[in-house]
């Protein structure tokens, strides 16, 4: 089976309006539980420079991944699979969020927060999108 770059930049959108939304929340109720001001700017830039980020770095881990054929029966995929593209995704994805918070909030304490939450949310919320993109069969090509 091989996947079109269609495919790729589709789950890459519907993956990043989740996460950016998912980011916005954890940073928003981290900075503003950590300061003496109601902040809605500082997680909207957070947010924002995370999705021009990752976005362009989820298509290419998507990428990627579509060149190895583990984990690929037919036209199935296993869900070690999915498991394992959650964690890749999640070093690198959490490694963006790590770099923007602390250039934003300059707050080391918020910035460890923010990720500590954005791993354990977002290991669950990439692993159930790709579950989801794994029953849809468009954009692949039976080989």
Do not use: C
Request: aromatic share 18%.
């Amino acid at each position: 089976m091989e996947v079109t770059k269609n495919r790729s930049i589709l789950k890459t959108i519907s993956y990043r309006i989740v996460g950016f939304i998912n980011t916005f929340l954890i940073s928003f109720f981290v900075i503003s539980y950590g300061s003496e001001n109601f902040d809605t700017i500082s997680p909207l830039y957070v947010a924002l420079i995370v999705l021009i980020l990752k976005m362009i770095t989820y298509y290419i881990h998507e990428r990627v991944w579509n060149s190895y054929k583990y984990g690929r029966i037919n036209q199935k995929v296993i869900r070690l699979r999915s498991f394992f593209k959650s964690l890749t995704w999640r070093l690198a994805a959490s490694t963006i969020t790590f770099f923007s918070a602390i250039f934003i909030t300059s707050n080391l304490d918020w910035t460890k927060s923010i990720i500590i939450y954005e791993i354990m949310s977002g290991l669950l919320i990439y692993y159930i999108h790709e579950r989801v993109w794994n029953k849809t069969q468009w954009g692949r090509i039976k080989l």
